[in-house]
Structures are given as structure tokens and as C-alpha cells.
């Protein structure tokens, strides 16, 4: 079992810039996929950002050119750096692991919410 908790997240004007953390623990070996994924009232989970333990990463087109995902495998644990942040990025955002390219783990959630 993989337990994931997040930091980070909050209210801020558009504009402005979060950035959120997540640490893993438990069965963590060769866990390959670590991201975010980001559910909005309404509206489907949808993936925000996400790495492989090969160092690839995949980002949503709707946030391309503004937030940055990076991993430290030594620590087990990912962050998202969030800038130019637009009201539509309004969320609850869930740090998310797996073995293979999906997640198999997924954390509690943190609320981001930007103010226009």
C-alpha cells in the first residue's frame, strides 16, 4: 500500500502563483508514475501533470508554458509549481502514484482556488 500527502494549495488572486507537494510512503519501490491530477465541481478528473521514473513528462495542454512538475525519486515525492494561475484552474488537485503509466494510488485532495 502507497499512502500520498499532499501540501500546498489555497486561495490566490489570478495571476499568482501555488505550488503543491506530495510525499509518498509505504510499498514505494519501484513506483514509476508520480502527478497530479485535478477535479473541478462538475467536471471530470482530468490530468494536470505527470513523470515517469524515466524522466518523461506529460502535461495537460490548458497548462503548458505554466506550471512545472518536478520529482526527487531519492525522496520519494513531487511538486507542481503553478504560475500564471487563471480562475479556471479553480480545483481540488490529487497527487497521484502508480507501477506502470495510470495512477494506482491517489492522495486526499487539496482545494486551489484563484480569485478573479
Known amino acids: 500500500q502507497v499512502q500520498l500527502v499532499e501540501s500546498g494549495g489555497g486561495l490566490v488572486q489570478a495571476g499568482g502563483s501555488l505550488r503543491l507537494s506530495c510525499a509518498a510512503s509505504g510499498s514505494i519501490l519501484s513506483l514509476n508514475y508520480m502527478g497530479w491530477y485535478r477535479q473541478s465541481p462538475g467536471k471530470q478528473r482530468e490530468l494536470v501533470a505527470v513523470?515517469?521514473?524515466?524522466?518523461?513528462?506529460n502535461y495537460a495542454d490548458s497548462v503548458k508554458g505554466r506550471f512545472t512538475i518536478s520529482r526527487d525519486g531519492a525522496k520519494n515525492t513531487v511538486s507542481l509549481q503553478m504560475n500564471g494561475l487563471k480562475p479556471e484552474d479553480t480545483a481540488v488537485y490529487y497527487c497521484?502514484?502508480?507501477?506502470?503509466?495510470?495512477?494506482?494510488?491517489w492522495g486526499q485532495g487539496t482545494q486551489v482556488t484563484v480569485s478573479s
Open positions: 497521484v502514484a502508480g507501477w506502470t503509466s495510470s495512477p494506482n494510488y
Open positions: 513523470s515517469s521514473s524515466r524522466s518523461s513528462t
